[in-house]
């Protein structure tokens, strides 16, 4: 069975601070999502990696994939507190079910 | 545009009722998953239906659990005789099966689009 992992679980961080949030996973796959989820809310999508070698950016927030170490990254530059959320990242097997991360739970201190 | 519903948006039952939760996709989309998130967890794959069938159903917990999806569009999940593990948020996601193009430099190949989730409490 595919795992997911992610770390760190948990990160506090002061705004205006960089860090990157890590995804490993256990098998081959070329496709690996990110998404954040607000509390109390659902998901929301934030970007699709289908490549090795892909990189997606939108605002502060830029992801990566690097299929041959089965790792992505998300990086937060100069982090804000709208930032503040938890953040999965899921890997695609074949699009017939989606392997999500543990979470990581990001809170942003002004 | 319509995004994926869910409904109810909270249900609390009392142990050993049968409860129906129901989600309606995006129009359009044929893949269809269902996902349960504990508090403070991440996502367990319950069941991902193609149209109206379901290749995979392993992440289903129990024979309690079973869901159906009727003229490729709505689909139900059923929990009988719930138990107090069963509280949860029960999310259902739909995406295109096949890649749709790009949109402002997302491709939007297989990308799920999440409903608000049923918020299931047993007493």
């Known amino acids: 069975e595919l795992k997911v992992e992610q770390n760190p679980l948990f990160l506090s961080m002061q705004e205006g601070k960089n860090y990157t949030i890590y995804c490993n996973y256990s098998?081959?796959?070329?496709?690996l999502y990110w998404y954040r989820q607000d509390p109390g809310k659902s998901l929301e999508s934030l970007f699709v990696l289908l490549s090795n070698g892909a990189v997606k950016q939108e605002g502060r927030l830029m992801a990566s994939l690097d299929t041959k170490a089965r790792l992505s990254t998300l990086h937060i530059t100069a982090a804000v507190h709208d930032l503040s959320a938890t953040y999965f990242c899921?890997?695609?097997?074949?699009?017939?079910?989606?392997?999500f991360g543990t979470g990581t739970s990001l809170t942003v201190i002004p | 545009g319509a995004g994926v519903s869910q409904s109810p948006s909270n249900k609390v039952t009392e142990k050993g009722k049968d409860v129906e939760l129901r989600c309606d996709p995006i129009?359009?989309?044929?893949?269809l998953y269902w996902y349960r998130q504990s508090l403070g967890q991440g996502l367990e794959f319950l069941i991902y239906f193609q149209g109206n069938s379901a290749p995979d159903k392993s992440g289903l917990p129990s024979d309690r659990f079973s869901a159906e999806r009727t003229g490729g569009s709505v689909s139900t999940l059923t929990i009988q005789r719930t138990q107090q593990e069963d509280s949860a948020v029960y999310l259902c996601?739909?995406?295109?099966?096949?890649?749709?193009?790009?949109?402002?430099?997302?491709?939007?190949?297989?990308?799920?689009?999440f409903g608000p989730g049923t918020r299931l409490t047993v007493l």
């Open positions: 129009s359009g989309h044929t893949a």
């Open positions: 098998t081959t796959s070329d496709r």
């Open positions: 899921a890997v695609d097997m074949a699009g017939n079910q989606f392997y």
């Open positions: 996601a739909s995406s295109p099966k096949y890649p749709v193009g790009t949109s402002g430099g997302r491709s939007s190949y297989n990308e799920q689009f």
